[in-house]
């Protein structure tokens, strides 16, 4: 059973910057990748960037150039958020895919872009 813990989330204005991350704990061996959704107001939960163990990386189009995952150790994904915009406005979930095909979330940390 793997547990992810976000932290990072908070106010800023467009153009600005934040860094999200999220600590994994409890079968952290078996992750085989990691990664950043998001869900604002009255939207689906879409993708924004994951990583996998071998360090391959995909990114949404809407944030391609503008963020970075990073998979800091073993336990832990970074997701750098520069160039801000007001729509990049929801709440940030982390994931974690594992061997056994288990998938795992976070509770969530919000991340609000004012204009």
């Known amino acids: 059973q793997v547990q992810l813990v976000e932290s990072g989330g908070g106010l800023v204005q467009a153009g600005g910057s934040l860094r999200l991350s999220c600590v994994a704990s409890?079968?952290?061996?078996?992750?085989?990748?990691m990664g950043w959704y998001r869900q604002a107001p009255g939207k689906q939960r879409e993708l924004v960037a994951t990583?996998?163990?071998?360090?391959?990386t995909k990114y949404a189009d809407s944030v391609q150039g503008r963020f970075t995952i990073s998979r800091e150790n073993l336990n832990t994904v970074g997701l750098q958020m520069n160039s801000l915009k007001p729509e990049d406005t929801a709440v940030y979930y982390c994931?974690?895919?594992?061997?056994?095909?288990?998938?795992?979330w976070g509770q969530g940390t919000q991340v609000t872009v004012s204009s």
């Open positions: 994931n974690a895919y594992n061997a056994a095909g288990g998938l795992y």
């Open positions: 409890g079968g952290i061996f078996s992750i085989v990748a």
């Open positions: 990583v996998t163990r071998g360090g391959n």
